[in-house]
């Protein structure tokens, strides 16, 4: 492939970060869990686990090397209520999930801000170094943005005895992300991502019916979001490349959201980043037209290959796909990657661990084909 593993991020062929946990590691949790093991037996069983998930991103190909998310339970409440101020309470705010076939599902968790938001302690940063002892490749770590925690419920979700100015949250979540990105940048990281679920979500009606229901305007939201996560890493240094990940939602192959990004583009590109992972695996992403928006000096990662269907992407659809949208975003600044990640969850996507190889496999295969 023509770009080096030296290169700055994100990468021709790229991922965005969780894979299926192993048996091992679900069995050690549900331990865990009933106390039959203690967190050191845990972690010894996420270590290792890991270790095999380095290996398996590393014999594919891939220049980016995650851990997996394997010490997570989901995407973002574990990374979220690391911080004071932040818990996943027994509140019910229903999000329904929907699949191919029309099926559907309702989860009812919600995150609430319940004082004062400050990091009072690292909250992942030893999941980082870990990482980075395990390869010697680029390390990633994929971090939630803190959108979504307010778009699923708006202001509502803020204790207003806390917060009666929300200016004032959103200063005490910008300073806690930044006192935990600085510590992984001295630590070691050059490759962060943002995972973020609000932009792709406000593009459905039915998304923006409900943030209108919680007292918002789905129409400004965009903006403000975008520019909250600039404010996240306003202080970075220039060692440290930023993308942005934008999802529909992805829970047991299944997804909470459909609609192109015609109505989000302009807050997306907004943001000061290196590279946008912008979901493109079915019809529900609309089409390539929005990319017209894209800075001419940023990247455009393809999520080409979905993590939710086992059947794999064949070579000639994927370089067809990368042709239409190079009608909008010249060839030179356009990478691959799946969609989502294979597991948001620690239930994972209904896929085996050996089509997620061969997904990652083809990403690579295709990228070296078109850029190399």
């Known amino acids: ?76 409440t574990d990374f979220l209520t690391g911080f004071d ?85 959103w200063a005490d979540v910008t300073a806690a992300y930044r006192a935990e990105i600085a510590d992984l940048e001295a630590a070691g990281c050059r490759y962060l991502q943002f995972d973020d679920v609000s932009f792709a979500c406000l593009c459905d009606p039915q998304v923006q019916e409900r943030v209108r229901a919680d007292g918002e305007d789905p129409a400004r939201l965009p903006h403000l979001y975008a520019e909250i996560i600039n404010g996240l890493f306003a202080t970075r240094s220039e060692n440290l490349a930023v993308t942005v990940h934008t999802c529909r939602g992805n829970y047991q192959s299944m997804w909470m959201a459909s609609g192109g990004y015609d109505a989000v583009a302009e807050a997306i590109f907004s943001m000061k980043v290196d590279g946008f992972f912008l979901e493109y695996d079915d019809e529900r992403a609309g089409g390539f037209e929005p990319l017209r928006l894209a800075p001419k000096d940023k990247k455009v990662v393809l999520g080409l290959v979905s993590t939710k269907v086992p059947q794999v992407e064949t070579k000639d659809e994927l370089k067809r796909r990368i042709d239409e949208a190079a009608k909008f975003v010249p060839l030179e600044n356009l990478c691959l990657s799946p969609q989502c990640g294979f597991a948001s969850t620690e239930h994972g996507n209904l ?22």
Not at 1 to 19: E, T
Not at 129 to 153: D, E, I, N, V, W
């Open 1 to 76: 492939m023509s770009q080096s593993k030296n290169a700055r991020p994100p990468f021709r062929a790229d991922h965005v970060g969780s894979l299926l946990r192993p048996k091992a590691v679900h069995e050690a949790r549900r331990k865990f869990a009933a106390g039959q093991i203690d967190r050191a037996q845990l972690a010894a069983v996420e270590d290792k686990a890991i270790g095999e998930a380095v290996r398996l991103q590393e014999s594919v190909g891939l220049h980016s090397v995650t851990d997996g998310e394997f010490r997570r339970a989901m995407w973002h």
């Open 85 to 169: 101020g932040i818990e996943l309470t027994g509140a019910n705010y229903a999000v329904t999930f929907k699949d191919r076939k029309g099926e559907q599902r309702s989860t009812g968790s919600m995150i609430e801000v319940t004082g004062k938001v400050s990091r009072s302690r690292p909250v992942m940063l030893d999941h980082f170094k870990f990482l980075q002892s395990a390869t010697s490749r680029t390390a990633k770590f994929c971090m939630p943005a803190p959108t979504y925690l307010h778009m699923r419920g708006g202001r509502k979700i803020v204790d207003k005895k806390a917060y009666p100015d929300m200016d004032e949250f």
């Open 351 to 372: 896929i085996t661990p050996e089509i997620q190889r061969q997904k990652l496999e083809r990403v690579v295969e295709v990228a070296a084909e078109v850029w190399g």
